[in-house]
């Protein structure tokens, strides 16, 4: 069973920039997929970012393309999620998804889930 687990998480300014890690472990050669979600209170979950293991194919949501950029670390089985210019908008819990297939790309199934991390960006 895959196991993913987050960090990086914190409380930054806006403006600010950090840098999530989910590290994944256990059945990683089912993985063919890993990005992020997001979820703010009192709102649904919501697709962030996606990279594919082989190809590197990058996919974002619209109201984070060009702030955030996805990478990976095929070696370590981790995905990296870099945020830039954040905005208070962006506070939310970060939950790391890998999926078994592409299907779903240019988003995500979330075949396997993270706990999550939180990112609070002050105004």
């Known amino acids: 069973q895959v196991q993913l687990v987050e960090s990086g998480g914190g409380l930054v300014q806006a403006g600010g920039s950090l840098r999530l890690s989910c590290a994944a472990s256990g059945g990683t050669w089912s993985i063919v997929s890993m990005g992020w979600f997001r979820q703010a209170p009192g709102k649904e979950r919501e697709f962030v970012s996606v990279?594919?293991?082989?190809?590197?194919?990058?996919y974002y949501a619209d109201f984070v393309r060009g702030r955030f950029t996805v990478s990976r670390d095929n070696a370590k089985n981790t995905v990296y999620l870099q945020m830039n210019s954040l905005k208070p908008e962006d506070t939310a819990v970060y939950y790391c998804?890998?999926?078994?297939?592409?299907?779903?790309?240019?988003?995500?199934?979330?075949?396997?889930w993270g706990l999550g991390t939180q990112v609070t960006v002050s105004s």
């Open positions: 998804a890998a999926d078994r297939s592409n299907i779903a790309i240019p988003v995500m199934r979330g075949d396997y």
């Open positions: 990279i594919t293991w082989r190809g590197g194919r990058t």
